[in-house]
């Protein structure tokens, strides 16, 4: 029947006039700002199915700002503030927004949430390291790296919570809050006995008065050995023998001048001796030169004697070397 054909194109044209409509009018649905540790990230998903050349572009302020642009003509689905050049402040309230667009048509601007960084950008988990040092265990804690700033910079008083329990005993798990330091012993455990740990960053109260935790870390577990073993003894006496080395060397350095002429008296040997060192047959001759002077009687001894003299006289030029 030609009206049953007709209806039926009225009805196609209709859907094809609907569908061109629908691709400039949709917008891109399901827009939610997000934040995870101090990044700002807008996320949405497409604004029609089947559409694969729409491009996006997703801008962003804070409550005292006019947007500013983030990306532009993006094919993505989401848009990282705090990857681009995009000014960010630690207590800024953001809002994002962003439209389709497809040739020289754009859907209207679609906004997300607010989010205060602060207050809820969620903050990643520490990573934990544990080794064993005789019946202790050292736990090692790092921050998770933030987009912008560092953990202790945007929450001043955050503390770990560290949990530890015996492997297999999670019931009894014994909890250490308040810490400070990233380094922490845990003692008087028992030996040969594995342990589990678990950490979460307690970011402290924020402006709506409720406290704010990071993600737990993953678990991590360890043996501890014998209590008998302490692998750090040896290391202590190898400092203490290289401290005392030192400051002996620092020591000798600092009084070496002093310490010289205590071992090398200045004039071991009168001063005419000293220069006729090299010739012994000189030095008899200038000795004998001088009959009135009392120590001429050294040429009675002579040959025995002369190697001795040489030694003192060597060991005075040591000391006029070591003087200068
Ligand atoms: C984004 O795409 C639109 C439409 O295709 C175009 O007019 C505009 O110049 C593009 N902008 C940039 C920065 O590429
Ligand atoms: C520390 O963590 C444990 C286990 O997650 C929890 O029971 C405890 O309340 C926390 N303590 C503090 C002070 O946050």
Not at 49 to 64: N, R
Not at 248 to 259: F, H, T
Not at 267 to 287: F, G, K, R, V, Y
Not at 313 to 321: F, P, T
């Amino acid at each position: 029947m030609p009206s049953t054909f007709l209806n039926g194109v009225l009805v196609i044209l209709i859907l094809a006039g609907a569908r061109v409509v629908l691709a400039v009018l949709n917008t891109p649905r399901n827009v939610r700002l997000t934040s995870i540790n101090m990044n700002l990230v807008l996320r949405w998903d497409s604004s029609a199915e089947g559409t694969s050349d729409l491009l996006y572009t997703a801008e962003a302020k804070t409550s005292v700002t006019m947007y500013r642009v983030g990306c532009v003509n993006t094919s993505a689905l989401e848009c990282d503030f705090s990857s681009l050049e995009f000014p960010l402040s630690l207590y800024g309230r953001y809002t994002g927004r962003v439209r389709a667009q497809q040739g020289p048509e754009s859907s209207p601007w679609v906004e997300s949430n607010n989010i205060t960084m602060d207050i809820d950008t969620i903050i990643g988990s520490p990573s934990v390291s544990l080794f064993s040092n005789g019946a202790a265990l050292v736990i090692s804690i790092e921050d998770p790296v933030f987009a912008i700033s560092t953990l202790k910079d945007v929450y001043s008083t955050a503390t770990y919570n560290i949990t530890y329990w015996k492997d297999g005993q999670s019931e009894k798990a014994r909890n250490i809050s308040s810490v400070l330091q990233n380094r922490v012993v845990l003692n008087k455990l028992d030996p040969w006995m594995k342990y589990c740990v678990q950490v979460q960053i307690n970011a402290g109260e924020r402006r709506e008065g409720n406290s704010k935790f990071s993600i737990p870390s993953s678990t991590v577990c360890e043996s501890t050995t014998s209590e008998a073993e302490a692998p750090w003894v040896p290391a202590v006496v190898t400092f203490f023998i290289m401290t005392l080395t030192a400051t002996l060397v620092v020591i000798a350095l600092v009084y070496r001048k002093r310490i010289s002429h205590l071992l090398c008296p200045q004039e071991a040997l009168p001063s005419h001796l000293l220069e006729t060192q090299n010739s012994p047959n000189d030095w008899t001759m200038q000795i004998s030169d001088q009959p009135e002077e009392k120590y001429n009687s050294v040429k009675v001894i002579a040959d025995n004697k002369s190697m001795e003299q040489r030694k003192v006289i060597g060991k005075g030029a040591v000391c006029l070397l070591q003087d200068t």
